[in-house]
C-alpha cells in the first residue's frame, strides 16, 4: 500500500527546505531593516541637530526659550530668506554674546546691496542694477516701522547681511548693522559663520516635532 504523499520523506524534505527558506528570508528582511535603520541613523545625526532660542529678536516666528531642529550647514545649501544659525564664538568682539550663537534670518549674499528706508528693505541684487523692494510677511515692526532705516551696506566676497525678524524697537535684534552700531562687529559676517539652518518645514511644525525630540 503507497504511503501519503504527506509521509514521504521527499515530502518532508521538500517541506523542511521551503521553512528554512522562508526564515532565511525572514531574517534577512529584519537584517536589511535593520541596516536601513543605521544607516538612517547615521545620516539623521550628521545632518541634524537641535537649537534654543534666546532672546526675542526672532519675535514673532521664534520665540524665547523654544527648542528648534537645525539642519546643519554643510549639508545644505544655505539661501535668502532662511533662518540660520551664526557661530560668533572665534570674534573676540563676540564675548559678550550671552552664548556662541545667533539665530537670525537671512537677508543678502555676496554681491547683494541691502538697505531700509521707512521700513521698507530693498536689495539689488548680485548683478542686477535695479533696487527691487523686499516681501518679508515674518517681519514685526510694530508702531516702529516709519523708524527703522539703516545705510546702504554692499555684501562682499563670501559675507552675508542678516537681521532679527523682530523689528519693533531699536534694542529688539544685534545683527549685520554695523554702521548703525547693531552688531558685534564693525564689518559684516562670513558665510562660514553658518552653523546651521532652521527650516520651514521645522519652525512650522516645531510643536509637535519639539514632543518628539526635546521630550524633557
Excluded at 9 to 26: Q, T, V
Excluded at 114 to 130: H, L, N
Excluded at 189 to 195: N, R
Amino acid at each position: 500500500m503507497n504511503k501519503p504523499l504527506s509521509d514521504s520523506e521527499l515530502y518532508e524534505a521538500r517541506h523542511g527546505f521551503k521553512e528554512r527558506r522562508s526564515n532565511a528570508r525572514f531574517f534577512g528582511a529584519i537584517l536589511a531593516i535593520f541596516i536601513l535603520f543605521l544607516c538612517f541613523s547615521a545620516w539623521w545625526t550628521g545632518s541634524f541637530g537641535g537649537v534654543v532660542v534666546d532672546g526675542s529678536s526672532m519675535n514673532q516666528t521664534l520665540y524665547d526659550g523654544e527648542r528648534l531642529l537645525m539642519r546643519y550647514a554643510k549639508d545644505y545649501e544655505v539661501k535668502r530668506g532662511d533662518v540660520i544659525v551664526v557661530y560668533v564664538g572665534d570674534y573676540e568682539e563676540c564675548e559678550s554674546v550671552n552664548g556662541d550663537f545667533l539665530i537670525k534670518r537671512l537677508i543678502a549674499i555676496e554681491g547683494d546691496k541691502v538697505r531700509c528706508q521707512d521700513g521698507q528693505i530693498e536689495i539689488q541684487y548680485a548683478g542686477t542694477e535695479k533696487w527691487q523692494k523686499l516681501n518679508e510677511p515674518y517681519a514685526h515692526y510694530g508702531s516702529y516701522r516709519f523708524e527703522y532705516d539703516f545705510a546702504e551696506y554692499e555684501v562682499g566676497e563670501g559675507e552675508i547681511f542678516f537681521l532679527g525678524d523682530n523689528r519693533s524697537g531699536r534694542g529688539s535684534s544685534v545683527d549685520s548693522r554695523y554702521q548703525e552700531g547693531m552688531s558685534h562687529l564693525d564689518r559684516l559676517y562670513k558665510k562660514a559663520d553658518i552653523y546651521g539652518v532652521v527650516p520651514a518645514w521645522a519652525i512650522e511644525h516645531n510643536q509637535i516635532l519639539s514632543k518628539i525630540f526635546f521630550r524633557k
